[in-house]
Structures are given as C-alpha cells and as structure tokens.
C-alpha cells in the first residue's frame, strides 16, 4: 500500500507481497481484485484483504492471523522482518 500511495518503502513492503502470495496460495486467489490495475491499487490502498479462512475453512488460524499482519495496510503492523515470518512459519 505505501508504494501505490508513492511513500517511503522498506522491508516491509516486500512481507506485504509476501503476504498476498501466501494469500494466494491458500485461498485459491488474490486478495485483492478488479476490473483494471487501478481498482486493484484502490483495493490494495483501502480495503482489507477478505480473511483467508472464509475462503479455505482447512487454513489453520494462525497462518490466516498471519497472512492477515502480513497484509495490514501500514507497515507498523506487519511483522518486524522476515526472520519473524520465518520463525512463524
């Protein structure tokens, strides 16, 4: 979200994309969609992600606890680094 609003960047961005695959891959599809790339970012930017668990009931809670910090809108809420991903994992 912070790079579709043109603000500074670090780490964190890349668990944001680390989060939307791992949504992906659970869920069976993004967590973000639309018609055009621009409904997607306004998404991205706006809206939560629908929790992974109301499209896979089988996700354990925890890693939709997860997929869900790794896809919260600002970066301070997100996991520290990818080692504390990691770890989770």
């Known amino acids: 979200p912070e790079q579709a609003l043109g603000n ?3 780490e964190r961005a890349d668990l944001f ?3 939307a695959v791992l949504y992906e891959m ?4 993004p967590p973000f969609t639309g ?3 621009l409904a997607v970012l306004k998404q991205i930017t706006d809206s939560p992600a629908r929790p992974v668990r109301a499209l896979n009931p089988e996700i354990p809670g ?4 997860l997929i869900q910090q790794l896809l919260a809108k600002r970066p301070d809420q997100r996991p520290i680094s990818a080692s504390v991903v990691a770890q989770q994992l």
């Open 62 to 65: 925890w890693l939709n606890d």
């Open 8 to 10: 500074d960047i670090d």
């Open 26 to 29: 659970a869920a069976g599809e």
């Open 35 to 37: 018609n055009t790339p």
């Open 17 to 19: 994309s680390l989060g």
